[in-house]
Structures are given as C-alpha cells and as structure tokens.
C-alpha cells in the first residue's frame, strides 16, 4: 500500500464500516485522518508503537491493556476496519438505536459488548474467569505504589468475595455483569470525542 493517497478510503469501504460500526460517514473520516496520522510506517497498519504515542493511552494505568485490545491475538499491526471495530466499543449508545432491528446482529457498542470488552481487560490470562491474582495485577497498574501491597490484597479479597457466587474464589463473565448491573457502563464506556 505504502503511500497514504493509495490508501484512501473508498466509498464502499466507508459504506461497509458504517454498517459493522454504527459511526457516522464524518465520524469514520475524522478518524480515518487520525489513524493516518498515528501510522508512522505508512502502511495502513498501526503497530503498538504507534498506539504508545497517544497521550491519553501514555498516561493510562490500563493503556498496555487497552492497547492490546485492538490486536487480534498473536498479531502486531491493526488496519483501519479493525481500529474502528475496537473504537466501537466506546461509541456511546443514541437513543434512536435502542429500538433498532431485533433479528440484526448486535452492535459492537451494545452493553454486553461494552462489558464482555471490560472483562477482557481484567482476564489477563483469557481463561473466561477474574482471579484474585488478575485482580491484582490490573489494580496495582491503576494504583501504582500509591498503596501498598497489603491494601490492595484486602481490596481484591473484598472484591471477589462480593462478586463470587459460585464459590471459585474468582469472577465469571456472568458474576462481573452481575455486579455491574446498575452501573452505567454504556456513559462510563464511551468516548464523546467522536461526535
């Protein structure tokens, strides 16, 4: 592909993101530009070097988690149509959209979504459940050296104990959007930087 102009996107492409996103025809290009921006190789691809350079993932305790998130496993680059379906995640839900086509399938920025990509984020070892350990590791990276080790065990031990109905020591899928359940993950999870 090498140069950017051959890498323009084409009508039909915008079309086809448009329905497996949900994001308005501005909206793609907008991000479209700010993907080109990001892709120092100039090969449609973004590698997670690049996705380091972002400030706001820089300084986010969970931005080596969230920048995993776009990387299907074992790959290093991601092209366009794949950022967008990540991003997606983060589009907030209009009101005109929640009485949408039944029968379709569902969008990527549904709340089950939005709380199947949270939980991904907290199974670091993909096994479908949160151990203490997970737990752990993902609030000593939200934390830091802010408090100590002790602490943040009692937290996870409170936490797992709450959210562990089956008694497993560790939060299933099913137990994590059970203890979400009145939060409002679709306004926490969206990034209104894209209307």
Do not use: C
Request: proline share 3%; hydrophobic share 35%; glycine share 6%.
């Amino acid at each position: 592909m090498g140069s950017r102009a051959s890498t323009l996107l084409r009508d039909e492409e915008i079309e086809e993101i448009k329905k497996e996103t949900g994001f308005s025809h501005s909206q793609i290009t907008r991000l479209y530009s700010r993907f080109t921006s990001l892709d120092k190789g100039e090969n449609g691809t973004l590698s997670r070097e690049d996705f380091q350079r972002i400030p706001e993932l820089a300084i986010n305790p969970l931005g080596d988690r969230i920048i995993n998130a776009f990387f299907p496993e074992g790959e290093d680059q991601v092209n366009f149509r794949g950022f967008m379906r990540t991003l997606a995640h983060f589009r907030p839900i209009e009101d005109n959209e929640k009485s949408k086509d039944q029968n379709g399938p569902e969008p990527l920025n549904s709340r089950s979504n939005k709380l199947h990509f949270a939980f991904r984020l907290y199974d670091l070892d993909k096994d479908g459940r949160i151990s203490r350990d997970e737990l752990l590791q993902v609030l000593r990276m939200m934390v830091g050296v802010n408090i100590s080790d002790e602490q943040l065990g009692s937290i996870a031990d409170r936490t797992i104990q709450e959210a562990d109905q089956d008694g497993d020591s560790a939060i299933s899928f099913a137990e994590f959007v059970k203890v979400l359940e009145k939060v409002d993950v679709e306004q926490k999870m969206s990034i209104r930087f894209l209307h």
